[in-house]
């Protein structure tokens, strides 16, 4: 059975709807990760809200050892997210334009997971959100918490 005309153009528009539904569903769940507390989702700047992550330059001391501890930060988000799909709940913009959120990945909290590790602060000046994530790492003397470090917004101040 040939189609005519009409039920061709039909029958190519629905593939080419369907092929384009079925793209933007996978571009949907590209994620660059920035630094610690900074991802890219499908092209949009996401800073995490509420926390604050070492810089990428930014050292600690642990035993007399230097550790990278804002590459582990991104390191540790990374490993966190690994292939699975991020989802964020937008909260407004920051000064530099970027979207302020609070992101999940399989419901769990990537603030909640970067603080609990000790790899971010809770961010007293903006929200009080995860002060018992972070009193539970300083408690544990997780991540950052056993070493010498200097709190994120006093590396940038001072560098």
Known sequence: MYLNKTNLFLVISLCLIFFFLTY????????????????????????????????????????NEVILCGVQAKKLLAEKIGNNKVECIRQ?????????????VNNISLSTYLVKKGYA?????????????????????????????????NYRRNN
């Open 24 to 63: 933007y569903d996978v571009k949907s769940h590209k994620v660059k990760i920035v630094d610690g507390d900074t991802i890219h989702l499908n092209g949009e700047k996401i800073r995490f809200s509420g926390i604050d992550t070492p810089e990428l330059k930014q050292t600690c001391n642990k035993d």
């Open 92 to 104: 407004g913009k920051d000064q530099y334009n970027r979207t302020l959120a609070e992101c999940f």
């Open 121 to 153: 602060f809770a961010y007293r000046k903006y929200s009080k959100k995860f002060v018992y994530d972070e009193d539970y790492a300083r408690i544990n003397n997780l991540g950052m918490w056993s070493m010498e470090f200097e709190y994120p917004w």
